[in-house]
């Protein structure tokens, strides 16, 4: 079932449930205000609401949208059974704070986001406090969760905190043994580089993928459980910004691309010191890039 399709049947559901709860005659929020509550685009919005209308559950007249009928079980859509696991809940809880500008300080329902990822709340909750660990959410002190993050404070914070895991996998890296799987990893790596910039004009689009591989494969040689948690969510929200901040993408990410060859180049060579300063310059960039996009979107 495609995504988008498993978007509109959880966003009706939960207009339906919305419905559910407010007597006939009353007045529906606006657009805006349902793409909040479902975390959904509005053109999702507006097709639940024509569904809705031709159920006749809802009249709608342009901004005038009221509940004409309480529904009932058989008005509800069925929900797929299959769940895309932690790993992918992680990257639709990022989509859906980015797609919807949500500021830092923004009260977290469980019961929406359940219903907005089709998760039991259960699981809901275990993520959030997964989050927490991270500084990204925090439990209120009167019951629910609020949302801590992405303020240019924890893009700080976050980014040091990167910069010190990463510069002690390129020193590690560097003293790999030569039959280390690493080595042809960044072969391929510098292939798949060179490739995308001989096609950077049209296809520039494509590096916030390579970004991550780039890293994930530094990053694979340190073998320690509390690292590999911690690059789980930093790998997360880094590859996401490249998502976030459109401006000047096709040069940014040019020149991100000569950034790791320098690095994969000092590397291949077992230049140690060249391959840590090579990735300091590249960490200073991409600080720096998502500090700017915390700013274009408002979050900071």
């Known amino acids: ?26 007045h529906i929020p606006s657009e805006a205000r349902l793409c909040e509550i479902a975390g959904v685009s509005r053109t999702v919005i507006r097709r639940c609401l024509s569904r809705l209308e031709e159920a006749g559950i809802i009249s709608w007249d342009g901004r005038d949208k009221r509940i004409l009928r309480t529904p009932v079980a058989e ?38 986001l359940s219903r907005t990822f089709s998760v039991p709340q259960h699981e809901l ?26 303020t240019k404070d924890f893009a700080v914070e976050l980014s040091d905190f990167r910069s010190v895991l990463e510069l002690h996998a390129v020193a590690q890296v560097a003293e790999a043994p030569v039959d280390h799987p690493v080595w042809s990893k960044l072969a391929e790596l510098r292939d798949r580089h060179l490739d995308l910039k001989a096609r950077i004009d049209s296809d520039y689009h494509a590096f ?13 040689v340190v073998k320690n459980r509390f690292v590999a948690e911690f690059q789980k969510v930093i790998s997360l929200i880094f590859h996401y910004h490249f998502m976030w901040d459109k401006t000047e993408e096709k040069t940014r990410n040019a020149a991100a691309i000569d950034e790791h060859l320098a690095i994969i180049d000092a590397l291949e060579a077992r230049d140690a010191h060249a391959a840590q300063e090579a990735a300091r310059r590249h960490l200073r960039t991409s600080k720096t890039t998502l500090l700017s996009s915390l700013r274009h979107h408002d979050l900071g």
């Open 125 to 150: 909750k275990e993520f959030l406090a997964g989050l927490s660990r991270f500084g990204l959410v925090s439990r209120r002190p009167q019951g629910g969760w609020i949302l801590l993050g992405f």
């Open 208 to 220: 916030s993928k390579l970004d991550e591989s780039f890293h994930q494969a530094i990053n694979s």
């Open 75 to 112: 008005d509800r859509i069925d929900q797929p059974e299959t769940s895309g696991g932690a790993e992918d809940l992680e990257e639709r809880f990022l989509d859906w704070v980015l797609r919807f500008d949500v500021p830092a300080g923004t009260t977290l329902s469980v019961a929406e």
């Open 1 to 26: 079932m495609a995504r988008s399709d498993t978007r509109f049947r959880a966003a009706y559901n939960q207009v339906l449930d919305y419905c559910e709860g407010h007597p006939k005659g009353a």
